[in-house]
């Protein structure tokens, strides 16, 4: 596939070539297609970006797509989760359909990459699991899915969580996770020994939820990182939210960012109205590995989210206050490939601000047409014309799946 007239990451016009999966080749434009008229893809001069990698979803909680409902949850997590608990059977549509509705509205939306929890607890089990392994094989040919095993309740409150979470890793969840090990289940040494544990047990990664304030979350935050050194993880441990790991001292978050960078434990942001979280340039800058997610979508949780990262990427920039164009872009850079190399850290990873990179030979051709005249114009504006790649196959159009063979 070629696709003519396109403008790498809002820079010259360029015609760039898909093989096996990847870029193979980046000129010039020209003005007659170099190719079969049915390998040539007119990208009428759009903007030529990664595709979206949304490395923090809940799609078993999602309420897109259905009639809109009063928000009715109580304050704090548990109050929330139970809310959900409360309500996510009597949904208009069964869950799995829900689940894949919003997948395909999220890859429509150009997300080709996508880590999504699914909430394993005394009272779902593992229906809500299954719903969100049956999303992925139904847009297996649209996009990568990684599933967390996901204690929404805690590992400890409720008997029979950590069966089920061992039971979900046997048939192929793909992450272990873990939520406030000292707020929600009180024994934050049990609550990391059984994560960190079955992590090694079925050789996956971590990704912990860490909604806990000041100097609470930091202590959860060393737990983390003493354990992680201790068992070897680095570079397979992810910090979700964090919310509050900025708020302490400045001394506290510089340290913080240090040890991060040389554990190699990533961060997930969903973008949140908090005033002090980690400061996005300066994890960058340091090395951290920071991806975008989009959190719950019009779920029981909250009415916000509607599958866009391009949305997402706009409040990543707003809450952070940016307004020069550069760190606006990085915002996009982190959306995309921020998270994939969350996702693989072996991938190419972002070195700074200015870094625009996915966009090269040998890289995956997992890509974005998006219109726009530059990509912070792009940003603002959200524009509905959009042309979705996956592993070198056009796979969404228009804001429309594309049928597939």
């Given at each position: 596939?070629?696709?003519?007239?396109?403008?790498?990451?809002?820079?010259?016009?360029?015609?760039?070539?898909?093989?096996?999966?990847?870029?193979?080749?980046?000129?010039?434009?020209?003005?007659?297609?170099?190719?079969?008229?049915?390998?040539?893809?007119?990208?009428?001069?759009?903007?030529?970006?990664?595709?979206?990698?949304?490395?923090?979803?809940?799609?078993?909680?999602?309420?897109?797509?259905?009639?809109?409902?009063?928000h009715?949850?109580?304050?704090?997590?548990?109050?929330?989760?139970?809310?959900?608990?409360?309500?996510?059977?009597?949904?208009?549509?069964?869950?799995?359909?829900?689940?894949a509705?919003?997948?395909?509205?999220?890859?429509?939306?150009?997300?080709?990459?996508?880590?999504?929890?699914?909430?394993?607890?005394?009272?779902?089990?593992?229906?809500?699991?299954?719903?969100?392994?049956?999303?992925?094989?139904t847009?297996?040919?649209?996009?990568?899915?990684?599933?967390?095993?996901?204690?929404?309740?805690?590992?400890?409150?409720?008997?029979?969580?950590?069966?089920?979470?061992?039971?979900?890793?046997?048939?192929?969840?793909?992450?272990?996770?873990?939520?406030?090990?000292?707020?929600?289940?009180?024994?934050?040494?049990?609550?990391?020994?059984?994560?960190?544990?079955?992590?090694?047990?079925?050789?996956?990664?971590?990704?912990?939820?860490?909604?806990?304030?000041?100097?609470?979350?930091?202590?959860?935050?060393?737990?983390?990182?003493?354990?992680t050194?201790?068992?070897?993880?680095?570079?397979?441990?992810?910090?979700?939210?964090?919310?509050?790991?900025?708020?302490?001292?400045?001394?506290?978050?510089?340290?913080?960012?240090?040890?991060?960078?040389?554990?190699?434990?990533?961060?997930?942001?969903?973008?949140?109205s908090?005033?002090?979280?980690?400061?996005?340039?300066?994890?960058?800058?340091?090395?951290?590995?920071?991806?975008?997610?989009?959190?719950?979508?019009?779920?029981?949780?909250?009415?916000?989210?509607?599958?866009?990262?391009?949305?997402?990427?706009?409040?990543?920039?707003?809450?952070?206050?940016?307004?020069?164009?550069?760190?606006?872009?990085?915002?996009?850079?982190?959306?995309?490939?921020?998270?994939?190399?969350?996702l693989?850290p072996?991938?190419?990873?972002?070195?700074?601000i200015?870094?625009?990179?996915?966009?090269?030979?040998?890289?995956?051709?997992?890509?974005?047409?998006?219109?726009?005249?530059?990509?912070?114009?792009?940003?603002?504006?959200?524009?509905?014309?959009r042309?979705?790649?996956?592993?070198?196959?056009?796979?969404?159009?228009?804001?429309?799946?594309?049928?597939?063979?």
């Amino acid at each position: 596939m070629i696709l003519q007239q396109v403008r790498p990451w809002g820079g010259n016009l360029s015609d760039v070539e898909l093989q096996e999966g990847r870029i193979a080749a980046v000129r010039p434009a020209a003005a007659v297609p170099d190719g079969p008229a049915a390998d040539v893809v007119d990208g009428r001069g759009r903007l030529l970006l990664p595709s979206f990698a949304d490395v923090h979803v809940h799609l078993d909680s999602t309420r897109l797509g259905l009639p809109f409902r009063p928000h009715t949850g109580r304050p704090g997590v548990w109050g929330m989760m139970m809310n959900d608990r409360e309500n996510w059977r009597d949904a208009e549509a069964p869950i799995a359909d829900r689940t894949a509705f919003t997948l395909g509205t999220m890859i429509e939306y150009g997300t080709t990459r996508v880590r999504s929890y699914a909430q394993i607890d005394a009272d779902c089990r593992l229906d809500r699991f299954d719903a969100v392994v049956a999303a992925r094989e139904t847009h297996s040919a649209r996009a990568d899915v990684e599933i967390i095993a996901f204690p929404q309740a805690g590992l400890l409150l409720e008997d029979g969580v950590v069966p089920l979470m061992e039971e979900a890793l046997k048939q192929g969840a793909d992450v272990m996770g873990g939520i406030d090990p000292c707020q929600l289940d009180r024994d934050p040494v049990r609550h990391l020994d059984i994560v960190f544990g079955l992590a090694e047990k079925y050789q996956v990664p971590i990704d912990i939820h860490l909604h806990e304030p000041g100097e609470l979350g930091v202590y959860s935050a060393d737990l983390i990182l003493e354990r992680t050194r201790a068992t070897g993880m680095q570079g397979k441990v992810t910090i979700s939210h964090g919310y509050s790991l900025g708020s302490v001292s400045e001394s506290t978050t510089r340290r913080l960012i240090e040890e991060f960078a040389a554990a190699d434990i990533a961060m997930a942001t969903v973008a949140p109205s908090i005033r002090e979280p980690l400061p996005l340039r300066q994890l960058t800058e340091a090395g951290v590995r920071v991806g975008l997610g989009e959190d719950g979508q019009r779920d029981y949780w909250s009415p916000y989210g509607n599958g866009d990262m391009l949305d997402r990427t706009w409040q990543l920039a707003f809450t952070n206050g940016y307004r020069a164009d550069e760190l606006i872009e990085h915002c996009f850079a982190v959306a995309s490939i921020g998270g994939a190399c969350v996702l693989d850290p072996s991938a190419v990873r972002l070195t700074g601000i200015s870094d625009r990179p996915g966009l090269d030979i040998g890289d995956p051709a997992e890509l974005l047409l998006l219109g726009g005249e530059t990509v912070t114009s792009a940003i603002m504006d959200r524009p509905a014309d959009r042309t979705v790649i996956h592993r070198g196959r056009i796979v969404a159009d228009q804001l429309e799946l594309v049928p597939l063979p």
